[in-house]
């Protein structure tokens, strides 16, 4: 047990922390033994199996990142743009795997990290499970094989506790689709429709965000043509498949190495 690669949870209390809690708990390839909150957090001092109602897992919520850090193997990390770039800048000095599932960053926080991406293992994602990297390969190839008589529009769906629009998983498949038509993502993107806004531009690539309930996370990629339309959709009815796939992220970064990865690597789907 003593030897399985150590793994620190970041926001521990949230509900992706919980669930990489649960998935570690459980796990035969790694063993959590680290987990951090922000400074103030009513978690810091106690064990985090049980504040979560159930036994004793033998850590202790911490805000020192520097130290947690020193003692592991990787760190996933699910919270905040804010929080996400200021651990990145640690995992580079302490020579981490940094497994990222934040969403919403802008540009420069993306930049922090890939700068930090010269010493750690980065291995960042929008969406950490199998079935939507798959769709992602799946969307690139449909828009590929398609013009722009078809129209994309992606929409997805999260829990009303959400607070980046749109998601990460969308912007993920948006690009595939623009990258698969030969365009950039920015320069097509139509992401706020309200009000007389005029036909819809030949070639752009719409995001439509619903938030409500405890939807765990729908994506739908429509390609609308005349008198017909393809629809691919992912539905995550689970929050384990982000977690097993960041903590399948931290055990394929053991040995690989300093750089910026993602699923696609982890998965091996490139060749899709
Ligand atoms: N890539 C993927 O596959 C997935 C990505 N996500 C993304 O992961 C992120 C987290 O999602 P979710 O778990 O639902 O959100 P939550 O709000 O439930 O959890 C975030 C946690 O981070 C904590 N936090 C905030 N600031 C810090 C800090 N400075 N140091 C340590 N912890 C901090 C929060 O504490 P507090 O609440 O007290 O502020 C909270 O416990 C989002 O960006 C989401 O989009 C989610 C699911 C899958
Ligand atoms: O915030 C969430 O919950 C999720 N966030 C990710 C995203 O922004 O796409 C992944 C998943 O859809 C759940």
């Given at each position: 047990?003593a ?28 063993r ?5 909150e922000r ?7 106690r ?54 599932g ?19 293992t ?35 769906a ?25 365009a ?10 309200d ?23 729908e ?5 609308a043509?005349e008198?017909?339309?393809?629809v ?8 384990a ?12 970064g ?6 910026a ?12």
């Amino acid at each position: 047990m003593a030897d399985l690669p150590g793994i620190v949870v970041t926001g521990v209390s949230g509900r992706m922390g919980r669930m990489l809690v649960e998935t570690l708990r459980d796990s035969a390839q790694a063993r959590l033994i680290g987990a951090l909150e922000r400074p103030g957090h009513d978690w810091i001092g106690r064990d985090p199996g049980e504040a979560m109602g159930g036994a004793a897992l033998g850590v202790t919520v911490t805000d020192d990142a520097l130290e947690a850090f020193a003692r592991a193997h990787a760190v996933i990390d699910f919270t905040t743009p804010e929080a996400t770039v200021g651990y990145a800048d640690i995992a580079a000095q302490a020579r981490l795997v940094h497994v990222i599932g934040t969403t919403g960053m802008d540009e420069a926080q993306l930049a922090r990290i890939k700068a930090a991406a010269r010493h750690a293992t980065v291995i960042r994602a929008g969406n950490m499970s199998l079935g939507v990297n798959l769709l992602v390969q799946l969307t690139r190839r449909v828009a590929a094989a398609l013009d722009a008589d078809f129209d994309i529009e992606i929409v997805e769906a999260h829990h009303r506790h959400k607070v980046d629009a749109p998601s990460g998983t969308a912007l993920m498949l948006g690009a595939a689709a623009a990258e698969g038509r030969g365009a950039i993502l920015s320069e097509v993107a139509d992401r706020a429709r309200d009000g007389m806004t005029g036909a819809r531009e030949r070639g752009a690539i719409g995001f439509h965000a619903l938030r409500g309930g405890d939807i765990v996370g729908e994506h739908d990629v429509i390609f609308a043509g005349e008198g017909e339309r393809i629809v691919l959709r992912h539905v995550a009815t689970d929050r384990a498949i982000f977690a097993r796939g960041a903590l399948k992220a931290a055990l394929w970064g053991q040995g690989q190495g300093p750089g910026a990865f993602d699923m696609v690597d982890v998965l091996g789907l490139s060749g899709l």
